[in-house]
């Protein structure tokens, strides 16, 4: 049949230190958005621009510097943490390794390894949990001191108080960049900027989480909604 857009009149603007939150259903167009600005796919229509810059004009290598993705689940290799971390950045000094780890919250769970840094991970080495892999993903994803720094629901395998201090590090040091966040979770939005809510590739809302809150909308009724679970499970 005839290919239909993913996305249509989406436009919106950030500026450095902004934080944009993106949610929205399965389908919705959420993650298909945040894909186009490293160019994994281009667009047909539109453009997007960084410092008013086509990000057409501007080789993969630089663009995908300038915007990273940290993904939800990440290849680790077998080899050491150091190393696994500082995968995007190899000549980096470990105080650039240490203050990723730091922000990622994974640096005293390292120290606490009797390797340290130098712990291998992998099938010889130690196997990390699910929370821990998405920690050492978004270490990596720091080394590059992106100007745009995307969350593609990278934080699903982390307990709320772990997650909530990872975006406080994240705001201390956000000053220089935009911060692009999709969650299901609406608490790991709350501090956004501005919230789009994206429905079959439109944007059909948008504020800030208060603003959403009285508009009494979509946004509204999923909040209601993980409001209710969250009091049905004992309030974890």
Known sequence: GTERPVLRDVSFEARRGQTIGLVGPPGSGKSSLVHLIPRFYDV??????????DIR????RSLRQAV????????LFT???ENNIAYANPWAREKQVERASEAARLHDYILNLPGGYRTVVGERGVSLSGGQRQRVSIARTLMLDPSILVFDDSTTALDANTERSIRKSMRENAANRVTVIIAHRLSSL???????????GRIVEDGSHAELLAL???????????????AQDGGH
Do not use: C, K, N, P
């Open 44 to 53: 047909t229509g539109g453009r997007i621009t960084i410092d008013g810059q």
């Open 57 to 60: 004009d501007i080789s993969l």
């Open 68 to 75: 990273a993705v940290v993904q939800q689940d990440i290849f």
């Open 79 to 81: 080899t050491t943490l």
């Open 190 to 200: 709350m501090d956004a900027d501005r919230i789009l809510v994206l429905d079959e």
């Open 216 to 230: 009494g909308g979509r946004y509204r009724a999923l909040h209601d909604l993980q409001v209710g679970d969250h």
